[in-house]
């Protein structure tokens, strides 16, 4: 087994965090830039375990950035274009929050919200929870365009973690018994 | 060419788009249409004298009363160290590449460019997006999604080109202080000998510009000319050009 995280890789940190903390990213620069780290794991922490016959768990995939750049005004279709080089996972799971949960949990685990997470970019408002929501809210209607057009799998994130995991173990079980068989 | 009002309609990833109008999907979030500025783009591989032209192309446009800002390839405040210290080490792939450079271009495209055509400057552009796609295509990369890629950039009002052979452009760059790892495409490894290297990946390259000039509409320069013949004839051209633009600002 193999995991891997957004945003992680070596190649584009300096530029990301530079970007950031400077607040000089624009919606395509950081599209770009997450594309950039997209690929760069691809090549080293996706396909060579891939090829190895391990399993992969990504947090987080292509499907974040079709989410968050559109919900920042890039195009729906250039996107997706953009991430056609990446591996079509055999599973991609969906876990689903109302807006206002999303919002609740967030701020009970840190005191502030990040300027790029709460949207702040957009300067659709001033005010960091109100700047969130409305972000938030965009992205959480992109990702229900895409349940349908990938095919992700729903779990409801507003249960237990207990609750959260078994649905997930069963959706990971059903789908490596079938990859069994086929294989 | 760049007297047709934009027509409004969806455009293609290719050629035949509107100058001052993007390719593709362009960036939604950022309108440019019947902006005043223009973009001039010098295009031509490694060593071909790109930088000095444009250095007197500045020079002359500012006398006569133009605003310019010049845009060079890799020289964004975002990217360059990211993508220099990409090249002293050897962890890129071609796709890593593609996408730095794409980073790069959107990175100077929304902070130098676009704000330079709305307040009608001339931006003079030391390589475009040509070059990019001429490196991803020597590589393999699909020539397709390249240009989708490039959907977010805008259509150059003229795209000048400076043609050369690569044995001509071998003695130049030799003589200009050798050549450069990159410059020979070694990380293609078509082998270990430098001056065969860089034969070979300037030809191929020079063939991915060959198959472009059409497409998208460059103006070829015979790059062998000396460097006051080529200037005169860009002036010429530009000049031209200018005489029609009367929206450009001029103090």
Known sequence: MFVTEWNSSALVKAATKAGKKKNALTPMTFSLLHATDFADRQLYSIIPPLKAGMIVLADRYAYTAFARDVARGVDRQWVRDLYSFAVQPNLAVYFRVPIDVSLDRLLARRVKLKFYEAGLDMGWSSQPSESFRIFQSKVLDEYDRLVPEFGLSVVDATGSITEQQREFRALVSEKLAVERVES | ?251
């Open chain 2, 1 to 251: 060419m760049s007297t047709q009002p934009p027509d409004g309609t969806e455009h293609g990833a290719h050629g035949g788009v509107t100058p001052g109008t993007y390719y593709g999907h362009g960036l939604p979030y950022l309108s440019v249409d019947r902006y005043p500025g223009k973009i001039i783009a010098i295009e031509g591989t490694d060593g071909v004298g790109r930088s000095t032209q444009i250095h007197l192309l500045r020079e002359w446009l500012e006398v006569r009363g133009y605003g310019v800002v010049e845009t060079g390839w890799t020289r964004s405040p975002l990217m360059q160290p990211t993508i220099e210290l990409a090249k002293s080490s050897n962890t890129l792939n071609k796709l890593t590449f593609t996408l730095l450079y794409a980073c790069d271009f959107a990175d100077r495209l929304e902070k130098e460019i676009i704000p330079a055509l709305k307040a009608g400057f001339i931006v003079l552009a030391d390589r475009y997006i040509y070059t990019a796609i001429a490196r991803a295509g020597v590589r393999g990369t699909d020539s397709q999604w390249i240009r989708r890629l490039y959907g977010f950039a805008i259509a150059p009002h003229l795209v000048f080109y400076l043609k050369i052979e690569a044995d001509a452009l071998a003695r130049r760059v030799l003589e200009g202080g050798g050549i450069a790892y990159w410059e020979a495409g070694m990380d293609m490894k078509a082998g270990d000998d430098i001056y065969d290297s860089f034969k070979s990946y300037q030809r191929a390259l020079l063939k991915e510009y060959a198959a472009m000039a059409d497409e998208f509409g460059f103006r070829v320069l015979d790059g062998r000319k000396s460097i006051k013949a080529i200037q005169e004839e860009l002036r010429r051209q530009i000049g031209e050009f200018l005489e029609g633009a009367e929206d450009v600002v001029r103090t």
